[in-house]
């Protein structure tokens, strides 16, 4: 098989990234659970929420589970009072069983089952997406419970994700999918867009949320229902290898953007990677080695097809390190632990001579990764270990 799949390089080594308390608890995570590991730190969650809150003081974040669905991720941001951005049932049994308020979600895949639908409805989630008349019809069953949302497609090739290629429609097709909605007198409550994943330009949501402006002014020169919500989605970037824009300035341009809507219009985000991506690190530890072609091979316990899947289905460069860094810096290849050939996670990168059962730490590891990590070759997925975590709603029902 050659599939392409990035690989990091030696820009991706940082000696100095580990302070010596994050090396200990590193060792003493191993020591107790085994390798491979992600660390996930529930303070970073609660920060990084935070963070984009006071970034984006007038919109409601929901959290797009997809990038890490992971329960302790949930409980921390319910008793942040974070809201939720569903796309699948299993998403929706997920939130429910932590406690979310149905209130609390969207639901925001634009192409659904009829049970996707009834799942999310019986859980009491109401608000729904659609991009095209064949999705609208499936709510007329549904007209009494529902407020729809419509998808913009905005193109974008920087993003690590174009997610307008597959999903949105044109503002023509929005105008005409809520004329519709109004012969079926079916609720259409707004507009939604995703600009695309880790976009480093905030022109992008600027633009976007122009045009969806002028769909909702010309709703009303219609004589359509005036639309209350606008979703600018998710895709707002971090610093992997390289430093993006601090998010206050980011969200400075969207923020005036913004103020331009009409007063009655809410708005509304999902944030996914931002929330979750500095959360968790991975620890991997060195099986074997073998000198190949001048480069010393280490095959590490996790891989391409595990934590590192987001080298795959993502873009990410994410920062790497080594607890041991005494030995002769020597050119050296990371690679996974199954028998393919292409399950190979850096190259032509200087390391420190390592030893077998010696640690390597993957940074900034929380979005896209363990999410996408598959069994492959029985190699087990790596075990999330919680840190910082406070269960409320646990608490709660203990007290
Ligand atoms: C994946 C996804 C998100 C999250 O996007 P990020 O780039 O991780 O912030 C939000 N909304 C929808 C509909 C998505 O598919």
Known sequence: MAIAHSVLDFQSYSSSALSAQESQLIQTSVDQFGAPLLL???DVIRQQYQALSRALPNVTLHFALKPLPHPAVVQTLLAEGASFDLATSGEVEL????????????????IKRDRDIRDALAYGCKVFV?????????FIAYRDEVELLVRLSFRNSEAFADLSKKFGCSPQQALELIAQAKTWNIHIKGLS???????????????????????MQQVVERNLPALSTLDIGGGFPVSYNSQVMPIELFCQPINQALSQLPETVQVIAEP????VAEAMTSVASVMGQAERDGQIWYYL??????SFSGLMFDDAKYPLTTLNKEG??????LAGPTCDSIDVIAENIMLPKLNNGDLVVGRMMGAYTSATATDFNFFKRAQTVLINHQNIAQERLIG
């Open 95 to 110: 939130v429910a069983e932590q406690g979310v308020p149905a209130e609390r979600t969207i639901h925001t895949h634009p």
């Open 40 to 42: 996930l730190d529930c």
């Open 193 to 215: 867009f995703h600009v695309g994943s880790q976009t480093m330009n905030p022109q992008k949501y600027v633009d976007a949320i122009e045009t969806c402006r002028d769909v």
């Open 130 to 138: 659609v991009d095209n008349i064949n999705e609208l019809e499936k």
């Open 301 to 306: 316990d996790d891989g391409i097809y595990g």
């Open 272 to 275: 996914g990677r931002f929330i």
């Open 328 to 333: 002769e810096w020597l050119p050296s290849v």
